[in-house]
T-cell receptor, first 106, second 114 residues
Framework: KNEVEQSPQNLTAQEGEFITINCSYS?????LHWLQQHPGGGIVSLFM???GKKKHGRLIATINIQEKHSSLHITASHPRDSAVYIC????????FGTGTRLQVFP | DAGVTQSPTHLIKTRGQQVTLRCSPK?????VSWYQQALGQGPQFIFQ???????QRGNFPDRFSGHQFPNYSSELNVNALLLGDSALYLC?????????????FGNGTRLTVT
């Protein structure tokens, strides 16, 4: 069993839909990161969380330390949100999930 | 202010050859980490360099080695290449001595081993 599990693996949505991506982990962590990876390969850091909730524009990230679970929400999704979203946790090292591939259609 | 830069962007090598990948960290960052990302998978931690020394290592064989220079730039070397080494190699830099700082990644080097 992977130490970081993401769901769903693939997600398609119509423009404007509300999207949720989930991340569960099984190790003790000091922080959790949500990352966005576009087809070219470059990775952009969206959030770093150790507790509670953060919001940036249409993106919201939450974490529940007791349940070892985090969610990334995208409100009013847009085709430019199409990318792979990766959850990574910091324990003794950085451990990545396998990513959620999101496609948003106009 | 340049972010993390990696070179080359793409590389094709033959089995058994050796390869060197390069990374320049974001200005002000002194810690560099390397990751391997196979197609369809999440990145896997290779190792981290700080103060010109390897500080942490993931589950990769000794064929994978690295170096950090006084200007904080770093190299990843892979010897005796295998087909399975084909992947996107990502470099990330972070602030001095801070493991829990936001991550800054380069665009990666895509290595194909034939």
């Amino acid at each position: 069993k992977n130490e970081v599990e993401q769901s769903p693996q693939n997600l398609t949505a119509q423009e404007g839909e509300f999207i949720t991506i989930n991340c569960s982990y099984s190790v003790g962590i000091s922080a959790l990161h949500w990352l966005q990876q576009h087809p070219g390969g470059g990775i952009v850091s969206l959030f770093m969380l150790s507790s509670g909730k953060k919001k940036h524009g249409r993106l919201i990230a939450t974490i529940n330390i007791q349940e070892k679970h985090s969610s990334l929400h995208i409100t009013a999704s847009h085709p430019r949100d199409s990318a792979v979203y990766i959850c990574a946790v910091r324990s003794d090292k950085l451990i990545f999930g396998t990513g959620t591939r999101l496609q948003v259609f106009p | 202010d340049a972010g993390v830069t990696q070179s080359p962007t793409h590389l094709i090598k033959t089995r058994g050859q050796q390869v060197t990948l390069r990374c320049s960290p974001k200005s002000g960052h002194d810690t560099v980490s390397w990751y391997q990302q196979a197609l369809g998978q999440g990145p896997q931690f290779i190792f981290q360099y700080y103060e010109e020394e390897e500080r942490q290592r993931g589950n990769f064989p000794d064929r994978f080695s690295g170096h950090q220079f006084p200007n904080y730039s770093s190299e990843l070397n892979v010897n005796a290449l295998l087909l399975g080494d084909s992947a996107l190699y990502l470099c990330a830099s972070s602030l001095p001595g801070q493991n829990n700082s936001p991550l800054h990644f380069g665009n990666g080097t895509r290595l194909t081993v034939t």
